[in-house]
């Protein structure tokens, strides 16, 4: 039977476990590919460090170029993430002849455009499931299944780590602090979790969703990325006693034949789809012209899922599918005739909390600056303020207030915050997020 | 641009819907395979009747034997339904060297054994993305997306009719037949809506999805099979009471290397996202044994949903990505070494409902045939019998009886039926449903 070899780079957790499925399901991947998918090389960082699976100790180096490179190696697999120096391997392989499989969504989103037409100039592919939504096939389902659609909206849960800290927040009454301590015991987070918090991990994501979906190629810095760090504990229960959820939300659509485009911590109606996902799981809600609403739904990370979409590239290589879909996904150029929507025109209803000084005529304060930018209130929740004695500062008591608006711009609402601001009466924190329809 | 040249049977509303989509997403569609997909000739049973999209009257035809053999025409598309005509209509094209696009799940249920090796032997393939769940492409998933995987288990809501009436009656307050008949006002229901509610349709289509999952071929007169009919507002409403929705779940799992198999209306806990599916959507829950749980949901029928499931298959012939993938499915035969478990030995909890004299004892001859059945008891509701005045039958007053048990086995509750049917005390309707876990 024809083999097909792969050179794996890297060896931690997802290369463990694509490993672990090749050798495990040996006999499945031979009957659904009629070859056998034989792994050649494979290059670790420490030669030394004990490892989940056991390989013959010939196969293993420390050398990554030589697996990129080497001369019996069909397929290479790269899973060290980061840029560097993952896109010189990358183009070395590709250089090499090599198909090449990727994890890698920073690579992608910086590197895509030097890397995508090096691959199709030479007949070769990159294949990228495992770069999205490891659990949930979305590069399969946007380049294959959807064909027949012009996609007009993509709303994503894209980062596990984001959706278990707020469903730990949320469901246990948690601080953010610890909620993020619990994410790192559970391994659904690293010790700097900071890309995956700030929304840049998501918005990286969304960027390649958007490039498979609407043939454009916007990266982070273009569209409005904001992460939970601003996000408390009580704007949950603010949300909930709203109907609401918080999710850190992808969302790209076509607006009057321009793209919106934002990831932003946003509040969704208890009753939604994507507000029940809860846990390190993602969900994609994907809207066609044809199909109507669909949803897709799997863990956002974690090592065996992220490996079953890597194998599932290695599939389709090995029976010839990735070869004639590559050429055919628009991620070679962006179409110029695909416009970002400007930011400050976005509209959408939007929730604001801040803390002001509980005495007369500041909701009159407050409401006018609204009014004046003609923002309109739907609902407001101001509690009572607790019992004096409660309160340790001087001055009046401070008070939490919390506005829905109806719909407006972010241009209006960043410039109502800003007013706001300058209130005597309104104090830190300053909360604001959007509303999803 | 090399031309693919397609044929189509059927003109109905999917017929319709697919000529639509390749008219108005010709461009789309010819950057996505680098192609054109040509329409050349349209089967109808009626020249006269007026039709949705306007074709060149040359183009329509009202013999179909002549689409399905035409010289001109690369792939059909059958579109009529039924096993008659459409099973010689497809050998027939098979035959004459055509690639074949069907949304017959009753088809391919009943003649898939035929025709599979048929088109196989020819280096042609059958698609059929569009035979099960139209919005959610879920052949794609099983196909491509999850071959890295041992799927363990699928769970799914596969007919949107039946959901469609389910959640009408609970959100409603409705009774069936009022249900039956706003799903046919909407067009979601047949004027004889009888395989959809008696569960025959999604029963098929759980046969034909088990064949690509596990290898293995049974039809619905192997597994059980129940519909709708026996099902009440009350059911719903006690169920609700209970802390679960009533679904129609389509289910296939290996428990001790064995496939447990039944389509039957089905407890499930409100809080698991399959029971949150409402309207005319499906849902079909997957466990592969590296991915983990995953979730895909979309239309379960409708025009443009199903229509683009027809082209999604269109344009994997047009690349060359079905041919590819085809040979590679598990349809050709049944694993001999994959076994149905027997239905009387499949555990779960059951949901039993009767009407029972309200009088002394009652309480305890039942619990004693369920206790001489070794059926242990969850949790019992029986409300207040109505005063005696409401009552007009002469004899004890009647009041409903809900019992939940703990796991036990079909074989053991159905033999616990036959004995509480025979006791006095115990009268029509009664209700048997199992829990899902």
């Known amino acids: 039977m024809d083999a097909m070899r792969v050179g794996i780079i890297g060896l931690g957790t997802v290369g463990s476990g694509v490993v672990k499925i090749l050798e495990e399901h040996a006999d499945l991947l031979a009957r659904r590919t009629g070859r056998t998918i034989e792994i050649v090389k494979v290059a670790v960082r420490d030669l030394n460090k004990p490892r989940a699976v056991s390989l013959p100790s010939g196969m293993v180096t420390d050398d990554p170029m030589s697996v990129a490179t080497h001369p019996e190696v069909d397929v290479v697999v790269e899973l060290i993430g980061g840029l560097k120096p993952a896109r010189e391997l990358l183009q070395a392989a590709i250089e090499a002849g090599k198909h090449v499989v990727t ?7 910086e590197h895509g455009p030097d890397l995508f037409p090096l691959a199709r100039d030479r007949n070769l592919c990159i294949a990228f499931e495992a770069a999205v939504a490891g659990g949930c096939p979305i590069i399969h389902v946007l380049s294959q299944a959807m064909t027949g659609n012009q996609i007009t909206a993509i709303q994503a849960i894209l980062n596990g780590t984001s959706n278990f800290i707020l469903t730990e927040m949320y469901h246990r009454d948690q601080p953010y602090a610890d909620a993020v301590k619990e994410a790192q015991r559970m391994g659904y987070a ?5 890309l995956d918090v700030d929304g840049t991990d998501a918005a990286q994501k969304l960027g390649i969703l958007v490039q498979l979906a609407f043939g454009a190629r916007f990266t982070p810095d ?16 603010y949300a909930d006693e709203l109907g609401y959820a918080v999710k850190l939300l992808a969302t790209a659509r076509l607006v009057d034949g321009a793209l919106e485009m934002h990831t932003q911590p ?3 109606r208890h009753e939604k789809p994507i507000a029940q996902v809860d846990g390190p799981y993602n969900m994609i809600a994907l809207e066609g012209d044809a199909v109507g609403r669909t949803w897709f739904s799997g863990m956002g990370a974690g090592q065996m899922a992220t490996a079953s979409a890597v194998v599932a590239d290695l599939v389709d290589i090995a029976v010839g599918r990735a070869q004639l879909t590559y050429p055919h996904l628009t991620l070679q150029s962006s179409d110029p005739a695909i416009k970002l929507h400007p930011a400050e025109g976005i509209e959408r209803r939007y929730y604001l909390r801040f803390n002001v000084e509980d005495r007369p005529h500041v909701m009159a304060d407050i409401t006018h600056v609204l009014g004046e930018m003609e923002i309109s209130i739907a609902s407001v929740i101001q509690h009572e303020a607790p019992e004096p004695d409660e309160v340790s500062l001087p001055g009046p008591p401070i008070v939490p207030l919390v ?7 972010e241009g209006q609402v960043r410039q109502a915050s800003a007013k706001l601001a300058a209130l005597k009466c309104v ?11």
Do not use: W, Y
Not at 103 to 109: D, H, I, R, V, W
Not at 222 to 237: H, S, Y
């Open 403 to 409: 506005i829905m608006t109806h719909r407006t711009t």
């Open 190 to 194: 690293e010790a700097d979790p900071a």
């Open 222 to 237: 273009q569209f409005i990325v904001e992460g939970l760090d601003t996000i408390e504990l009580a704007d949950l229960q």
């Open 266 to 268: 946003t509040l969704v």
């Open 427 to 437: 104090r830190e924190p300053r909360v604001c997020m959007p509303v999803s329809d």
């Open 103 to 109: 994890a890698n969504k920073a690579l992608l989103c």
